[in-house]
């Protein structure tokens, strides 16, 4: 059997910096932001915090952090895999985050043919 492929993944720094928030603010969850004021960034909330639409979409969780994307944003990046980092700099305005010094970063990487064909064949998430 084989292993189901992960949408979105972190580094082992971003990881880090997921323990410090939630050891500040409690069980988090994200959001990958589509632009507007914030830009193509992801946010970080308390959980419970950001109000999620029927159309949203969960791409798996980062250390049990569930993660989100909008379903137009997702019609984009639906063939890449998001790798979230942190990076010197402020966080998004509405982001945990914000104010720390340092904030996450989404890079990404295209899926090869055989994880797209994985990917159509996996049963979609919560």
Known sequence: MTANIERVLATPAALAFIGELRRRHGP???FQSGGCCDGSTPMCY???EFDLSDTDVYLGNLDGAPFYIGLE???YWEHT???IDVVDGNGGMFSLDNGTGRRFL??????TDEENGQLRAQAPGP
């Open 28 to 30: 988090l969850m994200f």
């Open 46 to 48: 308390a959980a419970g």
């Open 73 to 75: 944003q997702f019609g």
């Open 81 to 83: 895999q998001l790798i």
């Open 106 to 111: 989404t890079r990404s990487r295209l899926f």
